[in-house]
């Protein structure tokens, strides 16, 4: 068979820059080329880095693409905040294109029904990993027997939304990930992935990859949905995958030095991490590439930290979240504010670079709580930092408690979503107030720190590159914006 993977672009008026490259289509494509199938990905996001937001020029490729490559089935990766690009791309696909049209992924997982209901171009969803289950249409398999896609004409869409059931049970785990093939970055614009920026591994301007080593999170904050597609639990790549893994990709990629570890947990198993570290230094590969992992605050170890940083370790990146332990209560979170510190100054001390992920908009915040977190942020001075509104994403705790059924309820038009996302429920700061805090007290620090770090971590014989990316990237935002003015706005079909 013949597919086409499809993948979400961005809210934007400025054109795409490197991120991490969109692993569950690598690794789908692998698997059904494995077998003898036929993979393209048509990237909405490497798109929108030449054209910007110019989603008729966008939308116009895509429909090129399926009409020159003839697919059999096109399969479209969805996330809640953008659902309404993937209702987009169907309806209009689904003028000129007679084949199978697939969604799965984060939202279509959360609301399989739902998404059927709301896309009627759709034949069928996607629940959980997605190897297994396309190789299993892909080999011939009766559709209505695969487990863990479920079909338009299986599907009983149920008068009450709150209690919504399966016609048919989730797609069973993979239990053996050593069992899939790499995953294939040549499906995408390694050009574009591989560009050096310093987008990836905050504050170090590389060319970098993303991998993982383990799929799943044995925590279950409040807010989180990241491992909603590989179920509960957590399973493993051995050291030997991972170590041959490394050595391909950085043969087939020879100007990449950085490696991205995209695990919900790196040090999950410390005993694990550590064999892991001892290969990197036993095979060479410590000296070869710099990578950076997304840990908990509460599973760091001094001397595990070291050889992490022996190993090639450059930046950790923590869920930190809040400056206050109400906070932190509030979103599940199972640590404490003392524990985030501790955490930021044992990296500090082993010589790793520290990224800070922090959310506002958080219970009762008032325009002190900001100032509390710019504060902390001062005190404590991880080397990067990120400030994310809480949201709301299907499949979570806090969806379920505060979202009021919103996808149930409403349309998925762009206003609608958009309007969601950007709606402020549990702060007691008004947008303006917020606006005027963020211009006159976060952002100056905010730019002034992140530029400080990249001179600091950037190596001297870089510096004229990144300057001249740095511009590259400032007109392109400017020449995007213009064109957004003039063009109409992008809207879609309300349903």
């Not at 008729?56 to 003839?70: E, N």
């Not at 299986?154 to 797609?171: F, G, I, M």
């Not at 040090?267 to 991490?273: D, G, N």
């Amino acid at each position: 068979m013949r597919f086409l993977f499809v993948t979400t672009g961005l809210e934007s008026n400025a054109p795409a820059e490197p991120f991490w490259i969109p692993l569950g289509f690598a690794y789908i494509g692998a698997l059904l080329k494995k077998h003898g199938h036929d993979v393209h990905v048509f990237d909405r996001h490497a798109a929108m880095a030449r054209w910007g937001s110019d989603y008729d020029r966008i939308d116009q490729a895509m429909l090129d693409t399926v009409k020159s490559f003839a697919p059999d089935v096109v399969g479209f990766a969805t996330i809640s905040p953008l659902i309404h690009h993937v209702a987009h791309c169907a309806q209009i696909l689904r003028k000129q294109f007679d084949g199978i049209i697939l969604a799965g992924g984060h939202h279509a997982t959360s609301m399989p029904h739902l998404t059927l209901e709301k896309i009627p171009e759709l034949d069928g969803v996607g629940i959980g990993e997605g190897e297994e289950s396309l190789l299993a249409l892909a080999e011939g398999n009766p559709p209505d027997e695969i487990t863990g896609l479920l079909w338009r004409q299986n599907c009983h869409l149920s008068h009450d939304r709150k209690s919504l059931e399966l016609t048919k049970p989730v797609a069973g785990r993979i239990k053996n990930l050593d069992s899939l093939p790499f995953p294939d970055f040549s499906l995408f614009d390694t050009a574009f992935y591989t560009r050096r920026t310093s987008s990836i591994i905050r504050g170090f301007y590389m060319s970098t990859l993303t991998m993982l080593c383990s799929r799943g999170c044995d925590k279950r904050c409040s807010f989180c949905t990241e491992s909603l597609v590989y179920g509960g639990g957590v399973r493993f790549h051995s050291a030997e995958y991972i170590i041959e893994m490394v050595e391909r990709t950085l043969r087939q990629y020879p100007l990449v030095d950085g490696i991205y570890f995209h695990d919900n947990d790196f040090l999950i198993e410390p005993e694990r991490a550590e064999h892991l570290c001892k290969q990197f230094i036993k095979k060479g590969l410590a000296k070869r590439f710099s990578w950076a992992v997304q840990v908990r605050a509460d599973r760091l170890d001094p001397d595990l930290l070291k050889l992490m940083k022996k190993a090639g370790c450059i930046k950790m990146e923590i869920g930190v979240e809040a400056a206050t332990q109400n906070d932190l209560d509030f979103m599940q979170k199972d640590t404490t504010a003392d524990i985030n510190e501790k955490a930021l100054r044992l990296c500090r001390e082993a010589g790793i670079s520290v990224h800070a992920y922090m959310l506002t908009k958080t219970e009762n915040e008032s325009l002190a709580d900001l100032q509390t977190k710019l504060n902390w942020l001062k005190q404590n001075r991880p080397d990067t930092f990120i400030l994310n509104a809480l949201q709301r994403y299907p499949g979570s705790l806090l969806y379920r408690e505060t979202g009021k059924r919103f996808f149930e309820t409403h349309a998925w038009t762009i206003e609608n979503i958009r309007g969601f996302y950007n709606e402020d429920i549990f702060s007691k700061v008004s947008p303006q107030e917020r606006q005027q805090w963020m211009q006159s007290c976060f952002e100056p620090f905010f730019r002034s720190h992140h530029r400080f770090t990249r001179m600091r971590r950037t190596p001297a014989r870089r510096w004229p590159q990144m300057y001249s990316d740095a511009i590259r990237r400032r007109l392109k935002r400017y020449e995007a914006f213009r064109k957004h003015e003039k063009s109409k706005s992008y809207l879609i079909t309300e349903r």
